[in-house]
């Protein structure tokens, strides 16, 4: 299992150089993206221009800028070309934001996702199973701004039941942390219930069919007995895999137009002024952060996947 | 072999089993007028090719192929209790406490993700009021009866770790584990490679022997049935077209079939056919089986009579249970059935 979790941390370290790379790259080659430009102004006269590219080091050659950008970046001194703050801290200050929407949301996908893919199943074919198929498909198509606008309009603007935005930390005042942060939590979690719901019914529907299901009902176990530890438990395996890469990409960046409606200082909102303003810096930053988290989680995953599956562990520990 | 039955009435008994299940093309009567005893300590052979009923019949004994599709008529009384009608949490006592079953494929029969000595303690448990301490000794027990060495190391085993030939000891450990009167082995050795067939079929015979368990051993394979059944059932098309004692059936077949079956198999004393023989044809749709003999038109001896279906019954004449489903005349059936002097499906009379 070490040498399993070494090879992947040195394959997140090859990944995480590639998507670097790419991301600087492209912003390099998009139009108007000239730093120098924008930051000297409207009116600005070449000599000025060239005062600015100079004070930001870009006359220098492409690699010698991508290797003092990702020095900066590990050493916590970047700054971001609009604002001169530091890019770091910046995000250092957004993550408790965005790691209370992302676990809170999951929470609450992942429970009723598997309530709600466990009745279907159990129900195929009833009622209850039509009516959950057809919130799901509802909820896969609600498009997570339109329906935080909506959710903010009625909930919060007409009725007055809950803020308008705006997060509390959870060490300040735990009760308005949560009341804060319920309306954003639905609405990023409505989509995955939808998708997971009908994930685990069908791959319930599936593990039904299995020889070692109809062995557990020949041994006498009871039918919730036979869905639970049998069903159920071997059904969670491809819905545990899913969830790791969904949540990295949540943490990662999923969550960026959650926390822009509901005006949640995380690094989402950072990340979204940062494209709004071609800021070099803080985009690479937030992208090295994201694809750090993405990677993460399958790598979390993956290690996951052999508790669950001992058939995997034999085949890590052989590699 | 083993005694037979006792005074008290056969163990298990079915009577006009029918098992249907409704397709989108119409309703597929898989098992069609069923009927058999079982005396305590006795093995029931279940012969058949591939789709002729015998699993279901098998299944729906456990009350296994319940479920709203199925169509399900007759009885199946096991100690005198009907298990066609009895509630799921009745049924969930009999299944693994009284009845036990194992299957054809020990590769996917046990679940992948639990250790094996888990899977053996679950059924314990599920049926008494143990400690998960004395469920696992009671693992290790069977493991070791069942003779898998080391079995205080191979209980935490996933079935991965394990070979099929040990996979399948493992079930019989399992289907053991609560002494249940009647174990239901559903092709326990088609997967199986010979060497290990011959070990699991030992396995039975044992524990038939020693502990007067009722078996019914369900199998394609007429060789498997000669070595362990006393008396054998031969189905066709969801029909049970023969059967009689071990001996009679192997002996003195009544039916076409069990010819052809007989006829098909490869003995090491006699010469080598140049073609091995076999049954023409196919078996039939059971979603609109044929009129008549369900055999009629595969067999090279049907006539006009064959139209109308024969029913099971004595046709010998003598007080045997001995009892086939066709027309044909006893002293015909013996001139016909003969092949190059051994028995076989033979050709239509000149």
Redesign the interface.
Known sequence: MGRFIAKRLVGMVGVLFAISVIVFLIFNVIPNSDPAARIAGKNADAELIARVNDDLGLNDPLPVQYVTLMKEIFTGQLTSYSSDLNVDEQIREGIPATMSLCIGAAIIWMAFAIVFGYLSAVRA?GKLDTMLTVLALIGISLPVFWLAAILLYYLSFRVQLFPTGGYVPLTEDPAQWAYHLLLPWITLAVLFIGFYSRLLRSSMLDVMN???V??????????R?VRT??VL??SL?PIVTLFGLDFGAVVGGGAILTETVFNINGVGLYAGEAIGSLDLPPLMAVTMFGAFFIVLFNTIVDILYAY????IR?GSSAV | MSPRATASGPLLSVKDLEVGFATEDGLLKAVDGVSFELARGEVLGIVGESGCGKSVTAQTVMGLTRSSNARISGSVEFNGADLIEASDDDLRKVRGESIAMIFQDPMTSLNPVYKVGKQIAEQILAHRDVSDKEARDRAIELLRDVGIPHPERRIDDYPYEYSGGMRQRAMVAMALSLEPEVLIADEPTTALDVTIQAQILTLIEQLNRDRDLAVVLITHDLGVVAEVADRVQVMYAGQVVERGTLDEIFYDPQHPYTWGLLGSLTRLDRPRPKRLPQIAGQPPSLLSPPGGCRFRPRCPHAFEQCAELPSLEGRLGKRSEHADRCWLQPKEKESRRSVDGRIGLGAPAA
């Open positions: 074919g299995e020889d070692y109809r062995t557990a009902r020949a041994k006498g176990l009871s039918e007995q530890r049998h438990r071997n395996i669950l599956d001992p058939r034999l």
